[in-house]
Protein backbone atom coordinates (compact mmCIF):
# COMPACT_ATOMS: atom_id res chain seq x y z
CA UNK A 1 0.00 0.00 0.00
CA UNK A 2 2.48 2.44 0.93
CA UNK A 3 4.37 1.87 -2.62
CA UNK A 4 0.57 2.60 -4.08
CA UNK A 5 0.49 5.79 -2.28
CA UNK A 6 3.70 7.01 -3.12
CA UNK A 7 2.69 6.05 -6.83
CA UNK A 8 -0.30 8.53 -6.25
CA UNK A 9 1.28 11.28 -4.84
CA UNK A 10 4.08 11.44 -7.46
CA UNK A 11 1.25 11.45 -10.43
CA UNK A 12 -0.52 13.92 -8.52
CA UNK A 13 2.11 16.32 -8.45
CA UNK A 14 4.06 15.36 -11.84
CA UNK A 15 0.32 16.66 -12.99
CA UNK A 16 0.72 19.81 -10.64
CA UNK A 17 -2.15 19.27 -8.45
CA UNK A 18 -2.17 18.95 -4.61
CA UNK A 19 -3.49 15.79 -2.88
CA UNK A 20 -3.53 15.32 0.89
CA UNK A 21 -2.99 11.42 1.01
CA UNK A 22 -4.57 11.44 4.32
CA UNK A 23 -8.03 10.91 2.93
CA UNK A 24 -7.15 7.60 2.39
CA UNK A 25 -7.22 6.72 5.53
CA UNK A 26 -9.40 9.52 7.45
CA UNK A 27 -12.42 10.24 5.11
CA UNK A 28 -12.90 13.71 7.38
CA UNK A 29 -10.05 14.82 5.14
CA UNK A 30 -10.80 16.56 1.69
CA UNK A 31 -8.21 15.18 -0.77
CA UNK A 32 -8.14 18.20 -2.49
CA UNK A 33 -8.57 16.55 -5.85
CA UNK A 34 -11.21 16.94 -8.13
CA UNK A 35 -13.27 14.06 -8.36
CA UNK A 36 -11.17 13.18 -4.79
CA UNK A 37 -14.32 11.49 -3.11
CA UNK A 38 -16.15 10.23 -5.63
CA UNK A 39 -12.64 8.19 -6.37
CA UNK A 40 -12.12 7.37 -2.53
CA UNK A 41 -16.30 6.20 -2.43
CA UNK A 42 -15.83 4.71 -6.10
CA UNK A 43 -13.06 2.65 -4.22
CA UNK A 44 -14.69 1.83 -1.58
CA UNK A 45 -17.73 0.08 -3.13
CA UNK A 46 -15.97 -1.84 -5.53
CA UNK A 47 -14.14 -3.16 -2.35
CA UNK A 48 -16.47 -3.95 0.41
CA UNK A 49 -19.90 -2.74 -1.66
CA UNK A 50 -22.62 -4.15 -2.70
CA UNK A 51 -23.92 -4.36 -6.51
CA UNK A 52 -25.88 -1.30 -5.64
CA UNK A 53 -23.46 0.72 -4.11
CA UNK A 54 -20.88 0.01 -6.51
CA UNK A 55 -23.45 1.16 -9.52
CA UNK A 56 -24.04 4.51 -7.08
CA UNK A 57 -20.33 5.07 -6.85
CA UNK A 58 -19.42 4.52 -10.21
CA UNK A 59 -22.34 6.84 -11.68
CA UNK A 60 -21.48 9.67 -9.57
CA UNK A 61 -17.34 9.31 -10.35
CA UNK A 62 -18.47 8.81 -14.04
CA UNK A 63 -20.58 12.26 -13.66
CA UNK A 64 -17.55 14.15 -11.40
CA UNK A 65 -14.94 13.03 -13.81
CA UNK A 66 -16.01 10.69 -17.04
CA UNK A 67 -16.22 7.75 -18.17
CA UNK A 68 -12.54 7.63 -19.08
CA UNK A 69 -11.63 8.01 -15.59
CA UNK A 70 -13.92 5.76 -14.26
CA UNK A 71 -12.94 2.91 -16.59
CA UNK A 72 -9.10 3.63 -15.76
CA UNK A 73 -10.31 4.16 -11.78
CA UNK A 74 -11.41 0.53 -12.08
CA UNK A 75 -7.85 -0.67 -13.85
CA UNK A 76 -6.21 0.45 -10.96
CA UNK A 77 -8.15 -0.64 -7.99
CA UNK A 78 -7.91 -3.98 -10.11
CA UNK A 79 -4.84 -3.86 -10.40
CA UNK A 80 -3.31 -2.61 -7.03
CA UNK A 81 -5.98 -5.31 -5.28
CA UNK A 82 -3.72 -8.30 -7.67
CA UNK A 83 -0.68 -7.13 -6.34
CA UNK A 84 -1.25 -6.73 -2.90
CA UNK A 85 -3.20 -10.34 -2.85
CA UNK A 86 0.46 -11.25 -4.14
CA UNK A 87 2.53 -9.83 -1.64
CA UNK A 88 -0.22 -10.87 1.15
CA UNK A 89 -0.60 -14.66 -0.26
CA UNK A 90 3.38 -14.39 -0.59
CA UNK A 91 4.12 -13.22 3.07
CA UNK A 92 5.73 -10.69 1.62
CA UNK A 93 6.47 -7.52 3.95
CA UNK A 94 7.39 -4.10 2.90
CA UNK A 95 11.22 -4.34 3.36
CA UNK A 96 13.15 -2.29 6.26
CA UNK A 97 14.95 0.11 3.40
CA UNK A 98 11.28 0.76 1.86
CA UNK A 99 9.84 1.71 5.69
CA UNK A 100 12.82 3.96 6.24
CA UNK A 101 12.13 6.04 3.24
CA UNK A 102 8.43 6.09 4.01
CA UNK A 103 8.40 5.99 7.50
CA UNK A 104 6.67 9.40 7.42
CA UNK A 105 3.88 8.25 5.21
CA UNK A 106 3.48 5.58 7.24
CA UNK A 107 3.88 7.19 10.64
CA UNK A 108 0.63 9.74 9.33
CA UNK A 109 -1.50 7.23 7.43
CA UNK A 110 -1.73 4.95 10.26
CA UNK A 111 -0.09 2.21 8.33
CA UNK A 112 1.85 0.29 10.75
CA UNK A 113 -1.17 -1.65 11.61
CA UNK A 114 -1.35 -3.15 8.70
CA UNK A 115 0.95 -6.56 9.19
CA UNK A 116 2.54 -6.30 5.86
CA UNK A 117 4.01 -3.50 7.24
CA UNK A 118 5.84 -5.21 9.76
CA UNK A 119 7.59 -3.46 13.24
CA UNK A 120 11.34 -4.28 13.50
Known amino acids: MVSHLEMLSSSVHALGHTVDLLAVTDRNVDPRLHGGIEL ?8 GGSASEISVARSALRS ?23 ADATGMPV ?6 TSADMIDRLGLARFDHVAED
Open 95 to 100: GKGRRR
Open 40 to 47: LNFVDAVL
Open 64 to 86: ALGWEATVDAAGVIGNFEMMNRI
